[in-house]
């Protein structure tokens, strides 16, 4: 059954015989159309609500054929997009945010907690991102020889700690100098590297 044998069942006054499996339900959300199987839109409790049999009458449609829902469409894209996989596409945090609210609209509350934790890591992320780390020369080993942007360091266990170059400099050395016996030497220079912490995996 289609929408459109839907909506006519409606002004006929029968009784909608639906088949869920087989069930295409056609939807116009914000003026953008879609199409998916009602078995697909019934995972949110809001459209196991809104298709149940006894309120569909109440329901507008447009040119009998769709049903309307005053929400945004290109939104509605990530919403469907979950409900058939079950993953969600978006990483942007503003998109996130207002995702979310559409997840709660449409009374999908593991969304709504795929959503935080999606916006938590991300946060993660950014915060690590933005990390600045001096480190002197000699952490490199014979292994990062071959390596320009990136910098690896062993760290404890399994995991290797991945750092971008952002520069070299040359700092003066403010400890007891070896070379001239003195203090605050202002003829030695010791190298630093400044290094960002990153995901970035070397292979």
Known sequence: MTTSDLSQAIVNNETPNFEPESTIVKLNVGGRSFSTFKSTLVKS????????????????????DEIFIDRSGNLFRDILYYLRTGTVTANNSKRLTSLQKEAEFYQMQELENLIVRSKKQATQEANRNNNIIVYDLDILGASNDYITNYIVRKSFGSKDDVYQLLGIIDVLISY????????????????????????????
């Not at 409790?45 to 009998?64: G, P, R």
Request: charged residues 30%; hydrophobic residues 30%; aromatic residues 8%.
């Open 176 to 203: 007891y100098c070896q070379s001239h016996r003195k203090h605050g030497c202002t003829e030695c220079f010791k190298k630093k590297l400044i290094l960002r912490p990153c995901n970035k995996r070397l292979v």
């Open 45 to 64: 409790k809001y459209f196991e609500n809104l298709l149940n049999e006894d309120v569909m009458a109440s329901k507008a449609l447009v040119n009998t």
